[in-house]
C-alpha cells in the first residue's frame, strides 16, 4: 500500500511522539488502519452534506472500533495516548483535508473540519469502552483465581483439618463412653465441628463458582445441584427471553445468588424455596423466596445474614438488593441486574 506523503509525515510525526506504537509491527499497521479509516470517512461525511459531517456519532460501538481498543489493553497503551494521536493527526491533517476535498467558502472549510473531527474522534468512545472493559475483564479473572485458589485451601486444608479433629473425637467416644459429662461436652464439640466443617465445605463451592460461557440461571443450577444435593424444596424458573450477562456481572450476581441460598439452608432449614429469573430487555430480576421463619429487618445485624457482603456486591454491580422479611412469613431476597455491555 503507498501511503500518501502528506500523510506519511503525519505518521512519522506521531511514530516520533510515540515510539511504542511505531515500534510495535501489529500497532504500527493498526494505526495505518485507522488513520486511513478516518480520512475515508471523513471524506464520506464532507460528501454526504452537512449532516453527516457532524460530530455526533451514531457507529461509536463500531465493532471494528471496539477491536481496537481491546487490541490497546492487550499491549497495554492507554487510550490517553491514542486521543493525543489524534490530535496530532486532526491539527497537521486539517489543511491537507481541506484541499483535498476543495473547501473553499468559510462554510465549506468549516464542514470539511467538522467532517474531519467526526471522523477521527468516532473512534475513541469505542476504544476506551473496549480498553476498559478489558481491563475489567482481566480484573475479574484475577479475582476468580484468587477464589480459587483460597477455595483449594479450605477444601484441602482447612476442611482436612476440621474432619481429622472430628475422627479423634469419634476415637475418643468409642473408647471411652462411660464418663457421660465428658461425653456430652465431646458431643457438644464435634456438633460444632460438624458444623464448621458444612460451612466450609460451602464456602468453598462459593468461591468455586463460575458462570463460565453459561446463562446466569443455568450456572446457578448447576451449583445447586452442587451446594444442595437433593434438595426438591427448591425450584428454580425462568421467564421471559433470557441471555447473557457482561461475564464479570454474571459472576458477581452468582455469588451473590448462592449466598442467600445457603443463608437459606442456615436459618430456614426444611423450608420451601423458589428462584425465579424475570428477564427483559434491561434488566434480569433475580428473586429467592422460602417459607422459613423469617426474621425482623434491622433487629438482626447484617453480618450474620451476609447482607452486608451481598450489598457491596450488588454495588458493584450496579444493582438493586432487596431484603425482605416478617417473623413467620419467610423472606425474600430480590436482586435486579441491569444488563448490557458493561
Do not use: C
Request: charged share 25%.
Amino acid at each position: 500500500m503507498t501511503i500518501p506523503a502528506p500523510l506519511a509525515a503525519v505518521l512519522a510525526d506521531i511514530g516520533a511522539r510515540f515510539p511504542e506504537l511505531a515500534d510495535d509491527p501489529v500497532l504500527a499497521q493498526s494505526l495505518l488502519d485507522n488513520v486511513t479509516s478516518m480520512i475515508a470517512d471523513a471524506h464520506e461525511r464532507y460528501a454526504s452534506g452537512d449532516g453527516a459531517g457532524s460530530v455526533v456519532s451514531d457507529r461509536y460501538l463500531d465493532p471494528a472500533h471496539l477491536a481496537t481498543g481491546a487490541l490497546h489493553a492487550e499491549h497495554a497503551q492507554h487510550p490517553a495516548g491514542a486521543m493525543l494521536a489524534a490530535e496530532m493527526l486532526f491539527d497537521a491533517y486539517l489543511p491537507v483535508f481541506v484541499d483535498e476535498v476543495g473547501a473553499r467558502s468559510a462554510n465549506e472549510v468549516l464542514r470539511a473540519t467538522r467532517a474531519l473531527h467526526a471522523g477521527v474522534w468516532s473512534r475513541f468512545p469505542a476504544g476506551a469502552i473496549a480498553y476498559t472493559e478489558a481491563l475489567r475483564q482481566r480484573v475479574t479473572s484475577t479475582n476468580l483465581d484468587s477464589r480459587e485458589q483460597i477455595a483449594r485451601d479450605l477444601h484441602d486444608r482447612v476442611a482436612h483439618g476440621v474432619l481429622a479433629g472430628l475422627q479423634r473425637l469419634d476415637l475418643v467416644l468409642l473408647t471411652d463412653p462411660d464418663d457421660a459429662e465428658r461425653t456430652a461436652q465431646l458431643e457438644s464439640a464435634g456438633r460444632l465441628l460438624r458444623g464448621a466443617l458444612t460451612d466450609v465445605q460451602d464456602l468453598a463451592l462459593s468461591l468455586h463458582a463460575r458462570v463460565g460461557a453459561d446463562r446466569l440461571d443455568d450456572a446457578l443450577r448447576r451449583h445447586v445441584d452442587d451446594l444442595f444435593p437433593g434438595d426438591d424444596r427448591l425450584v428454580i424458573t425462568t421467564t421471559g427471553v433470557a441471555g447473557a450477562l457482561p461475564n464479570w456481572k454474571a459472576e458477581e450476581a452468582l455469588t451473590i445468588l448462592l449466598e442467600a441460598l445457603t443463608n437459606r439452608r442456615k436459618h430456614a432449614p426444611g423450608s420451601t424455596a423458589t428462584v425465579e429469573f424475570a428477564w427483559s430487555p434491561a434488566t434480569v430480576v433475580a428473586t429467592v423466596r422460602d417459607d422459613g421463619p423469617g426474621f425482623t429487618p434491622g433487629a438482626v445485624p447484617e453480618g450474620r445474614l451476609g447482607q452486608r457482603t451481598m450489598r457491596e456486591r450488588a454495588g458493584v454491580l450496579g444493582a438493586r438488593l432487596d431484603v425482605e422479611s416478617t417473623p413467620g412469613s419467610g423472606t425474600t431476597v430480590r436482586l435486579t441486574v441491569p444488563r448490557g455491555a458493561l
